[in-house]
């Protein structure tokens, strides 16, 4: 179980590996991608944790179950 500090790094992690990775200075090793990658996923938060916190802050969080994760991808073909 991770603990809220744990969650709280693996999101902002998340967030600065894709911004690294969104800005495509250089070239990234797969491999290095990968470790990274499964080590924010340890602590990242699940669809039950983002279920919790929808209910108790609404204007932050929408409930995964209602939320359309294609949508940003259709956004930007």
Same mark, same amino acid.
């Given at each position: =179980? $991770?603990?809220?500090?744990? %969650?709280?790094?693996?999101? #902002?992690?998340? %967030?600065? *590996?894709? @911004?690294?990775?969104?800005? /495509?200075? /250089?070239?990234?090793? @797969?491999?290095?991608? %990968?470790? *990274?990658? =499964?080590?924010? *996923?340890?602590?990242?938060? $699940?669809?039950?944790?983002?279920? #919790? &916190?929808?209910?108790? *802050?609404? &204007?932050?969080? @929408?409930?995964? @179950?209602?939320?359309?994760?294609?949508?940003?991808?259709?956004? %930007? &073909?």
């Amino acid at each position: =179980m $991770s603990t809220a500090e744990q %969650r709280t790094r693996a999101v #902002v992690g998340a %967030r600065a *590996l894709l @911004a690294t990775l969104a800005d /495509g200075r /250089g070239p990234y090793c @797969a491999d290095l991608v %990968r470790t *990274l990658a =499964m080590t924010l *996923l340890r602590h990242y938060p $699940s669809e039950a944790d983002i279920d #919790v &916190s929808a209910i108790a *802050l609404p &204007s932050l969080w @929408a409930e995964p @179950a209602q939320v359309d994760t294609r949508r940003e991808h259709r956004r %930007r &073909s």
